[in-house]
Structures are given as C-alpha cells and as structure tokens.
C-alpha cells in the first residue's frame, strides 16, 4: 500500500515491529507465530517485507540470529516511524 511515494506495513507486520522494539532483545519466529496465530513461514515473509519498509525509511536491517531470533536496532527512532506511519493507516481509512 502506497500512500504520497512512502511504502507503509500492513497491520499485522506494524504489530510485529512493535513487539520486537518493545521487547529490545531477540525474539524467536516460534513465538512471534504464536503471538500472531500465523506460521512461522508468515511471520519470516513479514520480516522481509519490514526489512525493505525499514530500508527505505533510512534504517538498517533487522539483526537475525538463528538461535535467538530477531531484534532491531535505533529502538527509539523506530518507534517515532511507526506512530507516523500508524497516523497515516488511520487517515486513508
């Protein structure tokens, strides 16, 4: 979904960014599939559509370890992008 050039994450990918940033350290697939209700094959296709949405915002790509999980980097800035990006959801709706 595309909105004035700038790419924006469905719901369900905004709602795991946002469980990775609140967590602050790594999280497994395993349980963000189980958060989600959805496989662990979803949540990895999400990952790599939330990976371009961070590249093209400026950011660096998620860190991915394959015993631990995944985790971000600039936490903090990350969360002003989603709020931007949640406000504009909310607007085309």
Known sequence: ?????????????MQILNKIIENNEFVKIS?????????????RNDLIKIEDY???NGFTLLIRDYKNGVKVNQASKLKNL????IIALRQIK
């Not at 979904?1 to 990918?13: A, D, K, P, V």
């Not at 349980?31 to 949540?43: E, M």
């Open 1 to 13: 979904m595309c909105r004035e050039g700038i790419e924006l994450l469905n719901s369900r990918c």
């Open 31 to 43: 349980t963000l599939s189980k958060i989600f209700n959805v496989s662990p094959r979803t949540i």
């Open 54 to 56: 961070l590249i093209d």
């Open 82 to 85: 989603i709020n931007n990006s």
